[in-house]
């Protein structure tokens, strides 16, 4: 692809997402569930989240902490989306919105206490975002990092040749255990979201936007490829999934 139609592939993307809460899998009352058992979160974290889309993560985390989240992303048609649901909420005092990349923020070092980031850490690079993000955190600060995974060792030819393309250093949570061991974390805990969770709250809607959405020639490339993906995941749910990883900044860091 060049640049250019880079640059129109991810417009239609986010076009085809406008207006939907969610902009990858994820479950709200299965995040809250991973939030009540952190034991290591002070009671006023200092709070990231990291490729926010519009929200999911952030509005949750600030209104369960009842502390500022600084929400970054870098879609400004998502931003000013999380803007607007956080001014429904009637808590835009405690979300920062900020339209920026992920993989550059000039923050203080151990500036964060929690780090939460769901769905958004594989545009980096599981590793490469956890090496990035990793000064942000103070020693024993925690990291919470929903990743696409492998679930089993053995899997089907058509999902291998799938995700090769798609996202070739999809690892195992083994793999991706040395990975953020490498990366100066050791791992608490790690959660697989359920299948269920993909469908009712992501696929399901993103079905019902593309009933809706008028299709333009830019759209059409988009959602085909969004509607590849749902029958993949259709097929092969038991050979892949999110994983949240519940992570500790370890105080050796062998960056
Ligand atoms: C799969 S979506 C998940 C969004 C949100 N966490 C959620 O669960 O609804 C991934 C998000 O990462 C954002 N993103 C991708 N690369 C980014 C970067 N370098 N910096 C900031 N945000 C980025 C995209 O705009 C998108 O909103």
Redesign the pocket.
Known sequence: MTTDSQTEYMMAL?DLHRGL????P?DSDYSRNILSNLSKVPPKPRIA??????G??ALLLAQHYNSTVIA????SV?INELKARAKLLGIEHLVIPIC????KLDWSVGSVDLLW????AY??GFEQALKIWRPLLANNSIAVISELSWLTDHRPEPAIAYWQNAYPTMGTKAENTTRANRSGFSVLSTHRLPSQAWWANYYDPLRERIRQIDITSSLQSVIRETEEEMRMFEKFSDFYGYIFYVLQATEEKSL
């Open positions: 986010i809460d969610r902009k990858g994820g989240d990291l490729g926010c889309g519009s999911a993560g970054v992303d870098s879609s998502f920026g990349d992920m993989a980031s769901e769905g958004a545009n980096l």
